[in-house]
């Protein structure tokens, strides 16, 4: 009897989350705030699991404001979500994990280039960039830990700075590629990174931001 792998989803209502197709090899575990008592920020909400070779990492914050209109409050509850959410369950599954496991935490572009009015956001994806290349180097060889970094992607956690027509055609201008991020835009390179095609990458950040990070047209 072949053993499926088992990937726990903490975030599962999120757009992008939704949108990972795994093979019937891999059994699926959601957890989210918004269908059960799941809380990354009280580990006595933690269901047990055993045996995992993936984790995904979801839960995140899209706080725009000049910085002098944030206060310290702001930052205070971004990280707590974006980075203390994800040491809470890292350390909470850290000896669960099974050898050739991986694990996926989703950061931003903004942690890559300057970007005015986010300077909360990217502090936060900035330190899980950093987290994941320490515990990618900690937990190797049994653990591979990876980033992705996206641009804005159509979600609804988005959808409040698409709604402008104006503002949205210069978002997608600024984009090389000239469009807006798909939710499977991200989600296929998750799936590439949970499975054993990625076997050989660890401690990367995987940019997927219609080239604006790194290139000018």
Known sequence: ????????????????????????????????????????????????????DGLVY??????LKPFKNLKKEDFINDYNINVIGLLNVIQHYQNHFNNNSSLVFISSVA????????????????AIEGLARSLASEFAPKIRVNCVAPSI????????LLRNERGKENIINNHPLKRI????????????????????????????DGGLSNIQV
């Open 1 to 52: 009897m072949k053993i499926m792998k088992k990937i726990v989803i903490i975030g599962s209502s999120s757009d992008i989350s939704k949108s990972i197709n795994l093979s019937p090899d891999f059994e699926i575990i959601k957890l989210s705030s918004q269908t059960s008592n799941f809380d990354v920020l009280n580990t006595n909400t933690f269901p047990e699991i055993n045996n995992i």
């Open 58 to 63: 979801f839960p995140g914050t899209i706080n």
């Open 181 to 208: 991020g798909k939710t499977k835009d991200v989600s296929n390179v998750i799936e590439f990174l949970l499975t054993e095609k990625s076997s050989w990458i660890t401690g990367q950040t995987i940019n997927i």
């Open 153 to 160: 992607i159509e979600t609804k956690l988005s959808s409040r």
């Open 111 to 126: 942690a890559n280039i300057g970007m005015k009015y986010h300077s909360s956001i990217s502090m936060c994806k900035s």
